[in-house]
């Protein structure tokens, strides 16, 4: 799938997010998601020993407390300027289960691009 303008927008914010966000071991992971219509939900995840949680599920579960419908496309980022993350192999069930279409930015910040949430290989 092209790489859009506003994907590379997507990018920025995650990777905004993360670096205003994650300044300590309870966030590494930031995850910015786009709906159709433009808007933009963030969040980071959160370590902890007795389980913590995946940005996109924050992200997920923000999306639906802030009344967004359709997630169209997503993306995470590391920490201190690491490399685009993909989602875990729960989280990539979780999000093809509630957004069959969702477009997923994965890859090197130089090189990313947007594969289908369906098709994102597993493990
Ligand atoms: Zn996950």
Redesign the pocket.
């Known amino acids: 799938m092209t790489m859009r303008d506003t994907d590379r927008a997507l990018v920025q914010a995650a990777s905004a997010v993360a670096k205003l966000r994650c300044r300590s071991a309870a966030h590494t992971l930031a995850t910015a998601a786009r709906t159709a219509e433009g808007r933009v939900v963030s969040a980071v ?1 959160v370590v902890h020993a007795a389980g913590g ?5 924050v992200a997920l579960a923000t999306a639906a407390t802030q009344g967004v419908g359709e997630l169209e496309t997503i993306v995470t980022v590391g920490d201190r300027g690491r490399s685009l993350v993909a ?6 069930e ?1 999000l093809a289960d509630h957004f069959p279409t969702l477009r997923i930015i994965v890859g090197s910040p130089e090189t990313p691009l947007v594969t289908p949430v369906t098709k994102l290989p597993n493990g």
């Open positions: 995840n949680t995946c940005p996109e599920r989602p875990c192999p729960a989280c990539r979780l």
